[in-house]
């Protein structure tokens, strides 16, 4: 089976734009979750979707949103970037089990 | 909500010796303790986990212990090899339903030829 893949792989925005980052999870996958890696917060998790609705979300501000789609792929999108927001963020994709796979991450630079 | 604390930050082990990390854990009702290897530029690769109704678990060289009673777990590897240098986190979820997960601080291992 591929696993999770995550485009783009790097992305350079400036403070007050937008983004937004895609993540195909395992096929078969019906749960996507959302974290972000900072080497000052470590990984914090953002949302994670199943069935194409949030069932958890984090403590992050609305500029962070996501959708999921039909096929279980997912967006997850950033308003009004700020520097803070530079960080690598993952997706991982899980089954029917407990098991989270992760993605290689997008990562983002603010400037 | 849940809190996982990880120790060591650091770890250094000569190549072939045995190396532990350890985390604890605050919410009771976690019952989910996967192990995650991230090496440079890569994301987090689930190396082994356990679940709240088993005490140990093991996969080659790699073996997890969990203490419910004193809300701790560790990993644990032994005969360590040099691609074994990574950093590693441990992690912690709930119920069905609230599977997100909560990680530890991290320990950079690195193995010594």
């Known amino acids: 089976k591929a696993g999770v893949t995550q485009t783009p792989r790097y992305l350079i925005k400036t403070r007050g734009q937008q983004v937004t980052l895609s993540c195909s999870p395992i096929?078969?996958?019906?749960?996507v979750s959302w974290y972000q890696q900072t080497p000052g917060q470590g990984l914090q998790f953002l949302f994670e979707?199943?069935?194409?609705?949030?069932?958890n979300k984090g403590n992050f501000p609305g500029r962070f949103s996501g959708r999921q789609f039909s096929n279980s792929r997912s967006e997850m999108n950033v308003s009004t970037l700020e520097l803070g927001d530079s960080a690598l963020y993952l997706c991982?994709?899980?089954?029917?089990?407990?098991?989270?796979?992760f993605g290689p991450g997008t990562r983002l630079t603010v400037t | 909500g849940e809190n996982v604390e990880q120790h060591p930050s650091t770890l250094s082990v000569q190549e072939g010796d045995s190396a532990v990390i350890k985390c604890t854990y605050s919410?009771?009702?976690?019952?989910?303790f996967p192990w995650y290897k991230q090496e440079l530029g890569k994301g987090p690769q689930l190396i082994i986990d356990?679940?709240?109704?088993?005490g140990e678990k093991k996969d080659q060289r790699i073996a997890v212990t969990l203490n419910k009673t004193a809300k701790h777990f560790s990993l644990h590897i032994t005969e360590t090899q040099p691609e074994d240098s990574a950093v590693y986190f441990c992690?912690?979820?709930?119920?069905?339903?609230?599977?997100?997960?909560?990680f530890g601080t991290g320990t950079r291992l690195t193995i010594i030829p």
């Open positions: 991982a994709s899980r089954g029917v089990s407990y098991e989270q796979y």
């Open positions: 992690a912690a979820s709930g119920h069905f339903g609230n599977e997100k997960l909560t």
């Open positions: 096929s078969g996958h019906r749960s």
């Open positions: 979707y199943f069935s194409e609705t949030q069932r």
């Open positions: 356990i679940r709240s109704n088993v």
């Open positions: 919410d009771s009702a976690s019952n989910y």
